[in-house]
């Protein structure tokens, strides 16, 4: 499984982006994905999952602004960013489990700043 992240820029206080992560390969829709950022100085933290069912969890930082969904057609993971704030501001990774096996895209950068 390949990942291809896209969609970072900069944005204002307040304001969207949406995270694309494209996938190679036949298993997408068994796959167990999510979204992770790494804020400068910091651990790489988790932002949002979904199952391959759909089931969503995130970050309680995040809950209520980020929305995490699937394309299982397109093989496109996504994460829509709304309320954006300056300590979102990140590199954003997605990622894909299935079984024992892990994946990661490459980073995106998201910079939240007026």
């Known amino acids: 499984v390949q990942l291809q992240a896209s969609g970072g820029g900069l944005v204002q206080p307040g304001g969207s982006l949406r995270l694309s992560c494209a996938a190679s390969?036949?298993?997408?829709?068994?796959?167990?994905l999510g979204w992770y950022r790494r804020a400068p100085g910091n651990q790489r933290d988790l932002v949002a999952t979904?199952?391959?069912?759909?089931?969503?969890k995130y970050a309680d930082s995040v809950k209520g602004r980020f929305s995490v969904s699937r394309d299982n057609v397109e093989k496109i993971l996504y994460l829509q960013m709304n309320s954006l704030k300056p300590e979102d501001t990140a590199v954003y990774y997605c990622n894909a489990l299935y079984g024992r096996n892990e994946f990661w895209g490459q980073g995106t950068l998201v910079t939240v700043s007026s």
């Open positions: 979904i199952t391959s069912r759909g089931i969503s």
């Open positions: 390969g036949s298993i997408f829709s068994d796959l167990s």
